[in-house]
């Protein structure tokens, strides 16, 4: 069973879905990538079978997680290393970002324990995928990508062979070219803010996995952070 929220303090629900666990594997270009799947059990002797995963590392029975540090900031590295970026001074929190009501109905502080510097382009550069993509560079995000949208495809295509297109064109195997070549054309988008660096890697596209978002919003009045996040965290273990 999940561990569930605490009065009190900033834990969320954390704990493997049922009849599974999380399972990662590597890249071929980048093989430091850890890239999450969902391992499902099967009954009478069948292998499990491996799936998307969409909860993050919630379901991780070896992450740690406390919303006030925030999520590990999985992509900081390979932002960094592509050298395009510069850190800089944000400004301090105000408590007018909370609204009309500033700091009379503050929910949630700043978070005291995980400061980080802002990124920004360096003059002349634009570190966003689809400028990698339409000067012919892999990412290490595009590799992420190709590996999570490659779950069960060889088994699946078989069945799925001869129906309707509907103008998608689908190769038997997703690769990093692929995504890049996609993303370069405009066909398709990979949201990768480069300080949101905790966001795992995922692709929006016809010729790709649907994707279904799951938004968050506290109210100063009636719930607090911790709740909100749980509840985010509820509506992404169940897909």
């Known amino acids: 069973m999940p561990d569930g929220i605490k009065s009190g303090d ?27 799947l969902r391992e499902i059990g099967l009954t009478g002797g069948e292998p499990p079978v491996r799936v998307y995963d969409t909860s993050g590392p919630y379901t991780d029975p070896e992450a740690k ?3 006030r540090q925030g999520l590990k900031r999985l992509r900081e590295p390979w932002i ?3 050298g395009d ?3 800089y001074e944000g400004r301090a929190p105000n408590p007018l970002d909370n609204g009309v009501h500033g700091a009379k109905r503050i929910s949630f502080a700043p978070f005291p324990n995980a400061p980080h510097r802002v990124l920004r382009a360096k003059p002349g550069k634009a570190p966003t995928q689809i400028a990698y993509a339409r000067a012919g560079i892999v990412t290490a995000e595009m590799e992420y990508i190709a590996v999570r ?3 069960g495809r060889k088994t699946a295509m078989k069945p799925a062979s001869g129906g309707e297109s509907f103008g998608a064109s689908v190769p038997e195997l997703i690769t990093p070219e692929f995504v890049r070549d996609e993303v370069a054309k405009g066909r398709a988008i990979i949201p990768a803010n480069i300080n949101h660096p905790e966001a795992e890697p995922m692709i929006i596209g016809r010729n790709f996995l649907v994707k279904i978002n799951a938004n968050i919003g506290n109210s100063a ?19």
């Open 221 to 239: 009045i009636s719930s607090s952070a911790a709740e909100e996040v749980d509840k985010m965290v509820w509506a992404i273990r169940w897909g």
């Open 80 to 82: 960094k290393a592509r």
């Open 10 to 36: 900033f834990t969320v629900t954390t704990g493997a879905l049922p009849g599974s666990r999380k399972v990662y594997v590597s890249g071929e270009r980048h093989p430091d990538l850890k890239v999450p």
């Open 65 to 67: 997680i406390d919303i």
């Open 149 to 151: 949208e490659n779950m």
């Open 85 to 87: 970026v510069d850190e």
